[in-house]
């Protein structure tokens, strides 16, 4: 099946304007995707018609918000293939699925016992386990990364042992854009009775997830790099070890009953969900789901690759710029430095020409110390991107470094 990249590009308004009097061409959408129409009148739509509290009222307008609402569930399971809605808790974002996890799995673990993640980490993916090492003694090790972006998996395999509790480690680098082996990661860490957490905010926006097939035991992601909206995220986890987890937060509907003596808990996901959740958003990323399930995902890989492929070539031989990470099979994710000048300075000069990127850490200081940079510049291609919008960052790139030369 091909991939219509102008019948997609149609559906998103805001790709028709200018930046300082050019075509916007986004290119930061490793950072936050843009909305498709059918998002924003989904959002627009059950505010206008049906908005009510959900699961609480027994009116029209909070039956109909709670029909969405769980819908939007029943659509995130189809898309990860997850075995039931029990299994899908809605979060803020994939941070907070992170310190959900965190949080509630590290109340069972004690000084001394280990954590495995990856040099490649998102400070998401970093963080909430420092506060575990911090509080609770807990030991971090990390795979470190190779030369190419590759995970260096010997080294892995060498980390795990008796007192290793969980594997926590990004699908798809937001740095380097590699797809990591998650499959054989898995296996390794179950073999030593570890379960995994996988950080899939980027990956599951270039590729199929299928939480089954790959056996994880807890998978994260956001909504808005999915282009869906900001304040909404998902936490995968399979049911006996949700079952299994204390609550992260207090408050209602989370509980069974409530009396001065005592709480009981509800069951997964409701479990996780305390308060009034995001409804609008969690809408918003149900009909971004259900948008982009028309689409082939396979073609839209291919078109991401090609756009990858076609600045690499446009810049072969431009001595002044390296590349940062050429895993083999990555994602299309082309992160750099040009010689003499600071990333900053390049996004800035890219601005003018209505070109959008992002510089700085990307959040991934260990990875920057690992490749001796304090910065570098993310070009962060998808399914919207054009060949020609490749052509017009390249052309873009050359003249913002002849400031430079």
Known sequence: MSFDVHAARADFPILSREVNGKPLIYLDSGASAQKPRQVIEAMSGIMERSYANVHRGLHTLANETTDAYEKARESVRRFINAPSVGEVVFTKGATEAINLVASSYGLGLKAGDEIVLSQMEHHANIVPWH?????????????????????????????????????????????????????EIIAAAHAVGAPVLLDGAQAIVHGAVDVQALDVDFYAFSGHKLNGPTGIGVLYGKAERLAALPPYQGGGEMIGSVSMEAITYADPPHRFEAGT???????????????????????????????????????????????????????????????????????????RYGVAVRAGTHCAEPLMRRYGLTSSTRASFALYNTLEEADSFVDALVKAQGFFS
């Open 131 to 183: 506060f575990l090492r911090e509080r609770h003694g807990i030991v971090l090790r990390f795979i470190p990364v190779l030369d190419d972006g590759r995970l260096d998996m010997d080294a892995f395999r060498a980390l795990l042992g008796p007192n290793t509790r969980m594997v926590a480690v990004t699908h798809m680098s937001n740095v380097l854009g590699t797809i990591n082996p998650v499959a």
């Open 277 to 351: 959740p995001a409804i609008v958003e969690a809408i918003g990323l149900g009909a971004a789901i259900d948008w982009l399930e028309q689409f082939d995902r396979a073609a839209i890989g291919a078109h991401e690759h090609a756009l990858y492929e076609r600045v690499k070539t446009g810049l072969q031989g431009a001595n002044w710029l390296t590349e940062i990470g050429g895993a083999p099979g990555k994602g299309a994710i082309f992160s750099f430095t040009v010689a003499g000048a600071h990333a900053h300075d390049i996004a800035q000069l890219l601005d």
